[in-house]
């Protein structure tokens, strides 16, 4: 696959470009397997709705064409489970999980990554989606198969993390 570079220019970033090595969806690493692409995720509803809302152009259209989105504010009445399951991007900066290419977090990584982007925290980020695996545990642990009124947060969660929380 010939490589294609990719210019940022949002609100976060200027000038920032990053080049796709891998075709769109395809060769992961071998242990990282979301269960949902960034446009089920984003159709689903996550974030509150203000994720992604200024960078728009750098992914697909299609993407966004059945968002849940709200640009004005954060709403979790546009998450899936309908809570709020976000911690603030401050939060995450000042705990250091922001890598200095992905200033949205995790989740914009993961956009990325789905398009073919490889770099240097490829492996930080596996580890943390991987670490999520442990709010699957809880979800089976205490609640009925398929009783999506249990532990919303927590499903509310793992869909941030491309876990389809709605088949524990």
């Not at 071998?30 to 728009?56: A, N, S, W």
């Not at 200033?103 to 073919?116: K, L």
């Not at 490889?118 to 695996?133: G, L, P, S, Y």
Request: aromatic share 14%; net charge positive; glycine share 4%.
């Amino acid at each position: 696959m010939p490589s294609v570079i990719v210019q940022v220019n949002d609100l976060m970033q200027t000038d920032y470009s990053y080049e796709l090595i891998e075709p769109v969806g395809r060769n992961y690493h071998p242990e990282f397997r979301p269960e949902l692409t960034p446009k089920e995720i984003l159709e689903l509803g996550v974030f509150g709705g203000k994720y992604m809302t200024d960078c728009k152009n750098e992914f697909p259209a299609e993407w966004f064409k059945n968002a849940k989105l709200c640009s004005e504010r954060h709403d979790p009445v546009l998450n899936c489970f309908g809570v709020d399951a976000s911690q603030p991007l401050s939060v995450w900066q000042e705990k250091g999980w922001i890598y200095e290419e992905d200033p949205r977090g995790w989740f914009q990584w993961y956009c990325r990554y789905y398009m073919g982007r490889r770099c240097r925290d490829d492996e930080r980020q596996i580890k943390r989606w991987k670490a999520m695996r442990r709010h699957i545990a809880q979800i089976k642990l205490n609640c009925i198969e398929a009783d999506l009124n249990c532990r919303r947060k927590q499903r509310q969660a793992l869909l941030h993390w491309a876990y389809d929380s709605r088949k524990y």
